[in-house]
Protein backbone atom coordinates (compact mmCIF):
# COMPACT_ATOMS: atom_id res chain seq x y z
CA UNK A 1 0.00 0.00 0.00
CA UNK A 2 1.17 3.23 -0.73
CA UNK A 3 1.76 6.34 1.45
CA UNK A 4 -0.70 8.80 0.21
CA UNK A 5 -3.19 5.65 0.95
CA UNK A 6 -1.97 4.92 4.52
CA UNK A 7 -2.68 8.07 5.21
CA UNK A 8 -6.10 8.33 4.04
CA UNK A 9 -7.52 5.24 5.56
CA UNK A 10 -5.45 6.64 9.32
CA UNK A 11 -7.18 9.90 8.31
CA UNK A 12 -10.46 8.01 7.84
CA UNK A 13 -9.68 6.05 11.07
CA UNK A 14 -9.03 9.34 12.76
CA UNK A 15 -12.61 10.82 11.90
CA UNK A 16 -14.06 7.96 12.72
CA UNK A 17 -13.14 7.57 16.36
CA UNK A 18 -14.12 11.21 16.73
CA UNK A 19 -17.42 10.45 15.30
CA UNK A 20 -17.72 6.80 17.55
CA UNK A 21 -17.28 8.95 20.58
CA UNK A 22 -19.24 11.74 19.90
CA UNK A 23 -21.65 9.79 19.41
CA UNK A 24 -21.05 7.55 21.73
CA UNK A 25 -21.34 10.04 24.79
CA UNK A 26 -24.28 11.68 23.40
CA UNK A 27 -26.25 8.45 23.08
CA UNK A 28 -25.15 7.68 26.63
CA UNK A 29 -26.27 11.44 27.64
CA UNK A 30 -29.36 11.13 26.35
CA UNK A 31 -29.85 7.69 28.18
CA UNK A 32 -29.08 9.01 32.10
CA UNK A 33 -31.21 12.06 31.14
CA UNK A 34 -34.27 9.95 30.88
CA UNK A 35 -32.80 7.52 33.92
CA UNK A 36 -32.99 11.01 35.58
CA UNK A 37 -36.41 12.07 34.64
CA UNK A 38 -38.00 8.45 35.80
CA UNK A 39 -35.94 8.46 38.80
CA UNK A 40 -34.94 12.09 40.13
CA UNK A 41 -31.17 10.32 40.90
CA UNK A 42 -28.20 12.17 39.92
CA UNK A 43 -26.26 9.83 37.34
CA UNK A 44 -22.98 11.20 38.92
CA UNK A 45 -20.38 9.04 37.17
CA UNK A 46 -22.07 10.10 34.39
CA UNK A 47 -21.53 13.69 34.78
CA UNK A 48 -17.93 13.15 36.22
CA UNK A 49 -17.11 11.28 32.79
CA UNK A 50 -19.01 13.89 30.16
CA UNK A 51 -18.24 16.66 31.92
CA UNK A 52 -14.39 15.75 32.84
CA UNK A 53 -13.71 13.16 31.05
CA UNK A 54 -15.21 13.50 27.91
CA UNK A 55 -13.24 16.96 27.32
CA UNK A 56 -10.23 15.87 28.05
CA UNK A 57 -10.30 12.82 25.62
CA UNK A 58 -11.21 15.28 22.37
CA UNK A 59 -8.39 17.00 23.79
CA UNK A 60 -6.14 13.91 23.62
CA UNK A 61 -7.58 12.92 20.07
CA UNK A 62 -6.73 16.24 18.39
CA UNK A 63 -3.26 16.04 19.66
CA UNK A 64 -2.52 12.17 18.80
CA UNK A 65 -1.98 12.97 14.87
CA UNK A 66 1.08 15.14 15.73
CA UNK A 67 1.75 12.68 18.79
CA UNK A 68 2.10 9.76 16.21
CA UNK A 69 4.43 11.50 14.15
CA UNK A 70 6.88 12.47 17.64
CA UNK A 71 6.80 8.78 18.79
CA UNK A 72 7.97 7.54 15.13
CA UNK A 73 10.82 9.77 15.63
CA UNK A 74 14.53 9.05 16.71
CA UNK A 75 15.64 10.16 20.16
CA UNK A 76 14.69 10.27 23.69
CA UNK A 77 11.27 11.40 25.33
CA UNK A 78 11.61 15.10 27.15
CA UNK A 79 8.77 16.81 28.63
CA UNK A 80 7.85 20.15 28.13
CA UNK A 81 7.45 20.92 31.93
CA UNK A 82 6.85 24.94 31.61
CA UNK A 83 3.68 24.21 29.26
CA UNK A 84 2.50 21.51 31.43
CA UNK A 85 2.66 24.21 34.30
CA UNK A 86 1.59 27.24 32.80
CA UNK A 87 -0.97 25.88 30.88
CA UNK A 88 -2.10 22.91 31.32
CA UNK A 89 -2.70 23.23 35.37
CA UNK A 90 -4.74 26.52 34.98
CA UNK A 91 -6.38 24.02 32.47
CA UNK A 92 -6.80 21.06 35.25
CA UNK A 93 -8.07 23.64 37.70
CA UNK A 94 -10.86 24.94 35.68
CA UNK A 95 -11.76 22.00 34.26
CA UNK A 96 -12.42 20.78 37.50
CA UNK A 97 -13.99 23.63 39.59
CA UNK A 98 -17.24 22.52 38.89
CA UNK A 99 -16.28 19.17 40.97
CA UNK A 100 -14.72 20.90 43.14
CA UNK A 101 -17.97 23.09 43.50
CA UNK A 102 -20.26 20.64 43.76
CA UNK A 103 -18.29 18.42 46.09
CA UNK A 104 -18.06 21.26 48.87
CA UNK A 105 -21.22 22.10 48.83
CA UNK A 106 -22.41 18.52 48.70
CA UNK A 107 -19.84 16.92 51.54
CA UNK A 108 -19.32 20.04 53.22
CA UNK A 109 -22.70 21.35 53.40
CA UNK A 110 -21.05 24.81 52.31
CA UNK A 111 -23.89 26.55 50.20
CA UNK A 112 -23.22 29.77 50.60
CA UNK A 113 -19.50 29.49 51.62
CA UNK A 114 -17.92 27.75 48.30
CA UNK A 115 -14.98 29.58 46.87
CA UNK A 116 -16.01 32.65 44.61
CA UNK A 117 -14.22 31.69 41.54
CA UNK A 118 -14.86 28.31 42.22
CA UNK A 119 -18.65 29.53 41.90
CA UNK A 120 -17.91 31.45 38.73
CA UNK A 121 -15.80 29.08 36.73
CA UNK A 122 -18.77 26.56 37.10
CA UNK A 123 -21.30 28.93 36.95
CA UNK A 124 -19.95 28.94 33.32
CA UNK A 125 -20.53 25.52 31.50
CA UNK A 126 -18.56 26.23 28.66
CA UNK A 127 -15.26 27.05 30.08
CA UNK A 128 -14.69 23.93 31.49
CA UNK A 129 -15.11 22.24 28.63
CA UNK A 130 -12.86 24.18 26.31
CA UNK A 131 -10.06 24.35 29.58
CA UNK A 132 -10.81 20.48 28.89
CA UNK A 133 -10.19 20.08 25.62
CA UNK A 134 -6.82 22.17 26.20
CA UNK A 135 -5.87 20.23 28.80
CA UNK A 136 -6.07 17.13 26.79
CA UNK A 137 -4.24 18.52 23.80
CA UNK A 138 -1.33 19.97 26.50
CA UNK A 139 -0.61 16.67 27.60
CA UNK A 140 0.10 15.30 24.55
CA UNK A 141 2.10 17.94 22.71
CA UNK A 142 4.20 18.53 26.39
CA UNK A 143 6.00 15.25 24.96
CA UNK A 144 8.61 15.59 22.99
CA UNK A 145 11.83 13.50 21.53
CA UNK A 146 15.05 14.97 21.87
CA UNK A 147 17.71 13.49 19.93
CA UNK A 148 21.82 13.11 21.07
CA UNK A 149 22.62 16.37 19.85
CA UNK A 150 20.54 18.70 22.12
CA UNK A 151 17.68 19.12 19.14
CA UNK A 152 14.17 18.92 19.95
CA UNK A 153 12.78 16.53 17.33
CA UNK A 154 9.50 16.42 16.02
CA UNK A 155 8.49 19.86 15.09
CA UNK A 156 10.47 22.63 13.27
CA UNK A 157 10.58 24.90 15.92
CA UNK A 158 9.12 25.30 19.77
CA UNK A 159 5.57 25.83 19.85
CA UNK A 160 4.38 28.72 21.65
CA UNK A 161 0.91 28.96 23.06
Request: aromatic share 16%; hydrophobic share 55%; net charge positive.
Given at each position: ????????????????????????V????????????????????????????????????????Q?I????????????????????????????????F????????????????????????????????????V?????R???Q???????????C?
Amino acid sequence: MNSNLKRVVGYLAYVAAFGLLVILVETMNHYFQDVYRITFRAPYLWLFISQFVFPILVGLLLALPQFIRTYRQEGFWKTDWIMLLVVGLPAFFITAAPILFFALAYFLRLETSVPHLIYLLSANPALPKVFGILLGFVLLNSMRKQRQDGDAAGLPGHPCL
